[in-house]
């Protein structure tokens, strides 16, 4: 059994880690997710069948919002705001613009059914409000329209979240909201506030979700903030699971879920001897193309079912995403690490020396 770490902040000193792993894991249980709406085949995927509350891609998501919030703080922390929001848009929007560029020129001018595509504004719109993150558009006309779901590319909401989230921590950070008692206050607040005094009954699903996603960024920011006094350990973690498996079902089990989630994400990313992935990051483009992929499976293959999808979209999609990382993603990077080499403003006492020297920003 690996020796845990004594604190979180230590496993943050280590060079390896497994954060690569548990992204690239996340991204694939997105596409096993969605492939039951994507294939309109009702049932539950084994994820949801165990947790009762998330299916597998909203899962998935919670981990990368909360792993999100984690490193992203500690990017804040490194850099002069400038470069904080450079690193930012060279780690999202290449490769996002490439992704929607080859679904409007290539997938929808190949595929559509529609003779004004073109001339539509549905297709620029699609293009323009993605590429910006201004408000989701999810269709191109005449194209899908013979398959349960018609959107074009489901997963990308997620990045507009997301990118709002850096926004929001670059404010509380210049308002030097950031640090020790000021940001748990801050948390406390919110968390509290979240889960006892809104009425997510009354709230449409999307900003159920979007709230759910906040919350894990603040807590991957919570944990960033208070790393030197989070233990890592075995019996914690079991305890953990524990409780929330003895919740099931009752009022405050989302709560349990929660924070079972959080504390199991850091622990495998850090205590488990687990392969490394350290100079091939794919999850990023495997989240990008996932849901293409998984809509092209479906229309070339009508009738086909979710395990028979999950399959096939797995090898299409990572074909792309290996792409997307040689040819996009790892040349953007390099613009990106000449940041990272600059000297840090001034870090607090208790940041370690190069705290995430071997770990890439998420999407």
């Not at 249980?29 to 949801?48: N, P």
């Not at 989070?230 to 079991?238: E, F, G």
């Not at 299409?316 to 792409?323: C, R, S, V």
Request: net charge positive; proline share 6%; charged share 15%.
């Amino acid at each position: 059994m690996p020796t845990p770490f004594r604190s979180l902040a230590d496993g943050a000193a280590q060079r390896d880690n497994n954060f690569n792993l548990i992204r690239l894991f996340a991204a694939w249980l997105v596409i096993y997710g969605h492939s039951y709406a994507v294939t309109a085949s009702g049932g539950q995927d084994l994820v949801l069948q165990l947790v009762q509350i998330r299916f597998a891609g909203a899962v998935a998501v919670d981990m990368f919002f909360l792993i999100s919030g984690f490193l992203i703080a500690a990017s804040f922390e490194r850099h002069r705001l400038r470069d904080y929001l450079a690193a930012r848009a060279l780690r999202i929007f290449p490769a996002l613009v490439v992704c929607l560029c080859l679904s409007v020129f290539v997938l929808g001018a190949l595929l559509t059914t529609s003779p004004d595509y073109w001339q539509s504004s549905q297709t620029w719109k699609y293009l323009l409000r993605n590429v910006t993150l201004d408000k989701v558009q999810y269709f191109l006309p005449g194209v899908f329209e013979d398959l349960p779901s018609k959107a074009i590319n489901g997963s990308i909401w997620s990045l507009m979240v997301e990118f709002r989230l850096y926004l929001l921590l670059a404010a509380l950070g210049m308002l030097r909201l950031l640090r020790g008692w000021r940001y748990n206050t801050l948390f406390a607040i919110g968390l509290v506030a979240g889960f006892t005094m809104i009425d997510t009954g009354a709230l449409p699903p999307w900003k159920v979700t979007n709230l759910w996603c906040a919350a894990f960024f603040a807590t991957g920011v919570f944990a960033w903030v208070n790393r030197a006094r989070i233990r890592l350990a075995w019996p914690l973690l079991v305890a953990l699971i524990g409780l929330a498996a003895a919740m099931r079902g009752t009022t405050y089990y989302h709560v349990a879920y929660f924070v079972a989630m959080s504390y199991a994400t850091f622990f495998l990313a850090y205590v488990p001897k687990l392969p490394r992935i350290r100079h091939h990051d794919i999850s990023y483009g495997l989240y990008l193309y996932g849901w293409p992929a998984q809509q092209l499976v479906l229309h070339f293959v009508p009738g086909s079912g979710p395990l028979f999808n999950t399959f096939w979209a797995t090898l299409l999609a990572g074909t792309l995403a290996a792409l997307s990382w040689r040819f996009v993603e790892r040349p953007a990077l390099q613009w990106k690490r000449r940041l990272d080499r600059r000297p840090p403003t001034a870090l607090p006492e208790t940041a370690p020396e190069s705290p995430l020297a071997a770990i890439r920003d998420p999407a």
